[in-house]
Each structure stands twice: as structure tokens, then as C-alpha cells.
């Protein structure tokens, strides 16, 4: 997701979700970076955006939870619920159109 949308995301997550100072970008960095060797850890697959998105969430929260934006929350989070079902779709038209050829 990230190396798709680039810079985009990358302004969303560390600008308008919620300001972010180095120490808990550092935090917010490390938590991700935990989690993510421990889901690999145990074969578990994740997307390494969604961790770190929840991570910054988390540190913003604890951060000033005023300080967050919750509107800018609200649109990843269905854009995280409309991934699965859009994907699978995709994947399905895909495999109909490919397996037919």
C-alpha cells in the first residue's frame, strides 16, 4: 500500500491523522516494528501499512487524544473494511478472465 500511494499516504499518516514529533514517530516505529517481526515470527501474514497506521493512531492517542483527527481516522478505517471484499472481487473477475482464456 505504501509504496503504491507513496507520498499521499505518507502525509496522512504523519500530518493530518495526527502531528507527530520524532520520539513518538520512534515509538510509533518500533511498536510496528514488533509487531511485524512477531506476526513473522509465527507465519502470520499482515499488511506493514496497517500496522503502521495503527501504530501512529495509538501513539497520537496516547499522545493528546484531542489531538487527533478522527474524521482522517474514520476514512482508513473503511478504507481498510472495503480493501478485503474489493480485493477478492478483483481476484475473482481476475481468475474468471484469465481461467477462460
Known amino acids: 500500500g505504501t509504496a503504491a500511494g507513496g507520498w499521499r499516504i505518507i502525509r496522512t499518516l504523519g ?10 514517530g520512534f515509538a510509533a516505529e518500533t511498536t510496528a516494528a514488533l509487531i511485524i517481526q512477531g506476526a513473522s515470527y509465527y507465519g502470520i501474514p ?12 495509538g501513539v497520537g492517542a496516547v499522545k493528546r487524544f484531542s489531538g487527533m483527527r478522527w474524521t482522517v481516522v ?3 478505517i473503511w478504507t481498510w473494511l472495503f480493501t478485503l471484499p474489493a480485493s477478492g ?11 477462460a482464456l
Open 89 to 99: 472481487l478483483i481476484g475473482y473477475v481476475l481468475e474468471r478472465t484469465v481461467g
Open 46 to 57: 499482515l499488511s506493514t501499512t496497517h500496522v503502521i497506521s495503527t501504530s501512529i493512531m
Open 74 to 76: 474514520e476514512r482508513i
Open 15 to 24: 500530518h493530518r491523522m495526527v502531528k507527530l514529533q520524532p520520539v513518538h
